[in-house]
């Protein structure tokens, strides 16, 4: 699970994403009223699953890769359709682009921001 500072802002700025986010326990969030100085943590108790104090917090959304890959997988048959698709959009004249992310999170999120929402990740936001 990638909870470097660049993922983190990568999440924190796909407010589209953010405003998906229905909490369930085992999901990843940081706390932004505390800085990126705050832990990465999952959701464990039924506070923290609740939406208020997420966001009384100003809490982030990490998605791991398999709910990012749920984000799209409506648009292909099977998960072997989205590999291929994620296979070909990362080797075809967008794979310059995706040589600047370091973690499978941050593949996936450039990967669904491009195909559902076509933006890219430029100077510190999404374009």
Not at 9 to 30: L, R, T
Not at 43 to 49: A, P, T
């Amino acid at each position: 699970m990638d909870k470097s500072p660049h993922y983190i802002k990568m999440c924190e700025s796909a407010k589209v994403i953010q405003k998906q986010w229905k909490p369930e326990f085992g999901d990843f969030f940081v706390s932004m009223s505390l800085g990126l100085t705050s832990p990465c943590q999952p959701i464990m108790s039924d506070l923290e699953k609740k939406v208020s104090y997420l966001k009384t917090i100003k809490a982030v959304w990490l998605p791991r890769q398999d709910q990012l890959q749920e984000m799209v997988i409506e648009n292909y048959a099977t998960f072997w359709d989205l590999a291929i698709a994620f296979s070909n959009v990362l080797m075809a004249e967008n794979a310059s682009y995706f040589d600047n992310f370091d973690s499978m999170e941050k593949l996936w999120f450039a990967f669904i921001m491009l195909e559902k929402y076509k933006k890219k990740w430029e100077e510190g936001e999404w374009v």
